[in-house]
């Protein structure tokens, strides 16, 4: 659930720009067929089993329309829904309702999909010690929402956004000159309680960023062996995270090479949206 403090202080301004992006002036086809103002309801129903993430977002959307909106559930964020099932019903203004459907729908068909795909990645390092890691590869504008869902799904968020961690990667190397000296550069640059994070793809930078005190080395692109022998070289001394072509797939075998963390763009990047409709719109008095 995202607290009310964080909906309004971060949250309500995506929504509204997404609202006013959909109603540049007026919906005219909700103002063709509801000129007065009347109550309604409409039911929230699966048409697709998964996890069910982004219910305070869709809730919020029609509030920001209609203070007065309610949202009636019995499920939360994380609860696993089956196909045909009615999730909960809006109440609020006919006009509210119509107009603001599409937004919340997208906002819950998206972060639900990425809840169900993160579920699925995340029940195959059960039992290991591997923690599974969104990344920056998010939908502009869509990142509080996407990294949530991440989280409702049993995944762990990566930096939030540039400004959240070091991490730097080929092209900060290429810039830096070297592997050592793009930590140097790092270590006398940012705060002491920062972790330092540097992305390697062969065995020699390995051992050169461990020589320069890295704290987490990223294993990026390697095959299975090539990585078995960095997670031993390593030895503990840093911690370490695989990266790139990470598919579900690849999951138990990478974690039984015992790397601490293993990072997933596909996610946020190629997460389905999960079928999810509302229907059965009718006035109440």
């Known amino acids: 659930m995202i607290s009310g403090v964080t909906m309004k202080l971060n949250i309500d301004r995506y929504i509204l720009n997404t609202l006013q992006e959909d109603i540049t002036s007026e919906d005219v086809s909700t103002n063709a067929v509801m000129p007065e103002n009347r109550q309604g309801r409409a039911d929230l129903i699966c048409k697709q089993s998964g996890v069910i993430c982004g219910l305070d977002v869709f809730a919020r959307t029609f509030e920001l329309l209609d203070e007065n909106s309610r949202f009636e559930t019995a499920h939360q964020d ?74 409702v799904g049993g995944g762990t968020n990566h930096r939030y956004n540039l400004s959240d961690g070091v991490l730097l990667k080929d092209n900060h190397i ?74 579900k797939e690849r999951l138990k075998e990478i974690a039984a090479i015992g790397v601490d963390f293993v990072s997933c763009g596909a996610l946020t990047h190629s997460a389905p949206i999960m079928d999810i409709s509302l229907k059965n719109l009718r006035p109440i008095e």
């Open 174 to 247: 290429g810039a830096a000159g070297s592997v050592t000296k793009a930590i140097e550069l790092a270590k006398a640059y940012a705060p002491f309680v920062r972790k330092i994070e540097i992305e390697t793809e062969t065995l020699e930078q390995v051992a050169e960023a461990l020589a320069a005190g890295a704290d987490i080395i990223m294993l990026d692109n390697m095959d299975n062996e090539t990585m078995k022998k960095a997670v031993a070289m390593i030895d503990g001394r840093a911690e370490t995270e695989c990266s790139g072509n990470v598919t």
């Open 78 to 151: 994380g609860d696993f829904v089956e196909k045909g099932e009615v999730i909960g019903v809006i109440y609020g203004d006919i006009k509210a309702l119509l107009s603001g459907e599409r937004t919340a729908l997208n906002y819950l068909q998206r972060m639900s999909g990425i809840a169900t795909i993160t579920r699925e990645y995340a029940d195959e390092l059960k039992g290991t010690k591997t923690v599974l890691l969104d990344t920056r590869k998010t939908t502009p504008n869509m990142r509080p929402f996407e990294k949530h869902a991440v989280k």
